[in-house]
């Protein structure tokens, strides 16, 4: 299974702005590719092949003295930029013919200058290594410092230098791990996801939603406050913006390492994991817009998926349309209205019912039907 492993980079003065030079120059690589197809398109002429856009906009630009400091950086940063274009157009043209699932993709755009992201990436041809004494020799950039969470499983088949709006460094490795399954576990367990609580699981536990981006509300809206009140290309407002972008990414890592601990106790004590297929994007037009993004359900659903699959564990979605909350989970009755404000209600079979959990029972029933038993048959759940 190829998993990205990421740690944190400290790069000299002299390394930051070889990264930037190489950073500005594979946006002007993609820039100039597409503009190039864009342009044989306007014209009626064939659809350039990856061939001839590299010939031309790397190695004849690099011949001309517009486009000479090309040279100064690793060939195949700029060949990974092409790459990426070209992926992107493969997506574009999937998702037009319908082959590609999911929403539709739309045609790749140009690259600013003014993004506070930006990335490179270096395959095996560029020979970045990982030296003795710890760092990551990377071409025209140096050795460059790393802080080592943890060991990398295998050698890595390339690493994406990163720099993130908030000014930090990363090193993304893609590697391959031969995690053996993990020992069998008896339970099994239906998680029913919200807001007032993250996750209702159906043994009757809940987790409380942590609520970051709530809870730096007040923080960022002075931060915004005093970013709207900066000059326009100003030195202030730049350090304005930069403060902001770490107050969101600070934010951003306390959810992605909530739901990372959350995932993997969940992932390590249970055999099979199921969880409703919601409508994020619907739900993130509603009045409730700013709470769903703070949960980050997307996230966390994906994290659950990929770790049952790296660790032999059973995981599945359950039908967005499934009634998981107005079904009773003892007499199999479907009540016709429930809205949110009703938190625990009465079925006529005399029952009487936590909204939650008994959402999160009926999920776990739900996806022991459909799951396969060893005979390749249906699992009826149980009475």
Not at 17 to 29: I, K, P, T
Not at 69 to 87: I, R, Y
Not at 178 to 186: K, T, V
Request: aromatic share 8%; proline share 4%.
């Amino acid at each position: 299974m190829r998993l990205r492993y990421r740690f944190r980079l400290y790069p000299t003065p002299s390394q930051q702005r070889s990264l930037a030079r190489a950073f500005g120059c594979a946006r002007v690589v993609f820039n100039d590719a597409l503009r190039a197809r864009e342009e044989a398109h306007a014209a009626g002429l064939p659809y350039l092949s990856d061939g001839d856009l590299s010939k031309l906009v790397i190695t004849e630009a690099k011949k001309t003295g517009e486009r000479a400091w090309l040279g100064e950086v690793s060939s195949v940063v700029l060949q990974q930029a092409l790459a990426d274009l070209n992926t992107a157009y493969r997506n574009f043209f999937a998702s037009v013919s319908g082959k590609r699932k999911g929403r539709r993709v739309a045609p790749p755009r140009f690259r600013s200058r003014k993004d506070r992201r930006q990335a490179v990436r270096f395959t095996r041809n560029a020979r970045f290594t990982v030296t003795a004494g710890g760092k990551l020799r990377l071409p025209k950039i140096g050795d460059v410092r790393v802080r080592w969470s943890r060991d990398l499983p295998s050698a890595p088949s390339s690493v994406t230098v990163i720099r993130d709006a908030a000014g930090r460094y990363f090193a993304s490795f893609v590697v391959e791990t031969m995690d053996g399954p993990l020992p069998e576990a008896a339970a099994e367990v239906g998680i029913d996801l919200g807001l007032t609580h993250f996750a209702v699981t159906s043994d009757g536990r809940k987790i409380t939603s942590p609520r970051f981006l709530r809870r730096a509300e007040r923080r960022l809206r002075k931060a915004l406050q005093a970013l709207s009140r900066k000059q326009k290309g100003s030195n202030n407002r730049r350090k304005a913006v930069a403060r902001v972008a770490r107050m969101h990414a600070r934010v951003a890592d306390a959810r992605r390492d909530h739901h990372h601990k959350l995932s993997t106790q969940l992932i390590r004590e249970n055999q099979a994991v199921y969880v409703e297929d919601l409508a994020v994007n619907g739900l993130a037009r509603t009045r409730l817009a700013k709470s769903v993004h703070d949960a980050g359900w997307s996230q966390f659903v994906a994290m659950l998926e990929y770790k049952a699959a790296r660790y032999g564990r059973t995981f599945a979605k359950v039908d967005r349309w499934f009634p998981s909350s107005k079904l009773c989970g003892a007499c199999g009755t479907v009540t016709e209205a429930m809205p949110l404000t009703v938190r625990e209600w009465a079925c006529p079979c005399g029952t009487v019912h936590d909204r939650d959990v008994n959402a999160a029972s009926n999920i776990l029933a739900a996806g022991r039907a459909d799951s396969l038993n060893a005979c390749g048959g249906t699992v009826s759940p149980p009475a």
